[in-house]
Antibody, heavy 120, light 111 residues
Framework: QVQLVQSGAEVKQPGASVKLSCKAS????????MHWVRQAPGQGLEWMTL????????LYAHNFQGRVTMSRDTSTSTVYLELTSLRSEDTAVYYC?????????????WGQGALVTVSS | QSALTQPRSVSGSPGQSVTISCTGT?????????ISWYQQHPDKGPKLIIY???KWPSGVPDRFSGSKSGNTASLTISGLQAEDEADYYC???????????FGTGTRVSVL
């Protein structure tokens, strides 16, 4: 069955970087758009970025331009999110999600989430 | 891009119906029929319950229904059950520059 299993919680200092992973199983990663969405404590969901099925092209929310990189390793069926220049406002649970089909525009499977805490 | 506007909370008794609104603009909700809704229980990841405004994924009961009029989408939960107590988020595709925008979230309480 489809599963997205994310890496564990991270604690980082302001100004540092974090790289999160999301291992996919049960479907061919190369056939789907993959996304990252975050949720600050007690807040709503915020879309961050997506990776096209070809693995070469990414799109980012304007809020994260220049600080976010999404990538993929097809040999391990894993997608990654790297966020740089961390600040306290980046403290959040980060979710990877699968877009249901090409041009589906909705997310049918989600990872369990990974808490990133930014604190000095 | 601002988040879509949802009521902070709604409540109802078991068996009743509740409706959650999701108000956007002519650039997101009003422009596309790519409206989806997600249920989130405490400390859990979101779960898809409605897509393309009013379609159900497999396994989601038809007590959940979606609609849209102009710049406002709505989710109705009929025959409210205790397990429906959760947070609900709408999401709209918003075009090639903004991509996706989520709602502010609504807490549904079952009295």
């Amino acid at each position: 069955q489809v599963q997205l299993v994310q890496s564990g919680a991270e604690v980082k200092q302001p100004g540092a970087s974090v790289k999160l992973s999301c291992k996919a199983s049960g479907f061919p990663l190369t056939n789907y758009f993959m996304h990252w969405v975050r949720q600050a404590p007690g807040q709503g969901l915020e879309w961050m970025t997506l990776l096209l099925p070809g693995g070469q092209n990414t799109l980012y929310a304007h809020n994260f331009q220049g600080r976010v990189t999404m990538s993929r390793d097809t040999s391990t069926s894993t997608v990654y999110l790297e966020l740089t220049s961390l600040r306290s406002e980046d403290t959040a649970v980060y979710y990877c999600a699968r877009e249901a089909a090409v041009v589906a525009k909705y997310f049918d499977y989600w990872g369990q989430g990974a808490l990133v805490t930014v604190s000095s | 891009q601002s988040a879509l506007t949802q009521p902070r909370s709604v409540s109802g008794s078991p068996g009743q119906s509740v409706t959650i609104s999701c108000t956007g603009t002519s650039s997101d909700v009003g422009a596309y029929n790519y409206i989806s809704w997600y249920q989130q229980h405490p400390d859990k990841g979101p779960k898809l319950i409605i897509y393309d405004v009013s379609k159900w994924p497999s396994g989601v009961p038809d007590r959940f229904s979606g609609s849209k009029s102009g710049n406002t989408a709505s989710l109705t939960i009929s025959g409210l059950q205790a397990e429906d107590e959760a947070d609900y988020y709408c999401c709209s595709y918003a075009g090639r520059y903004t991509h996706y925008v989520f709602g502010t979230g609504t807490r549904v309480s079952v009295l």
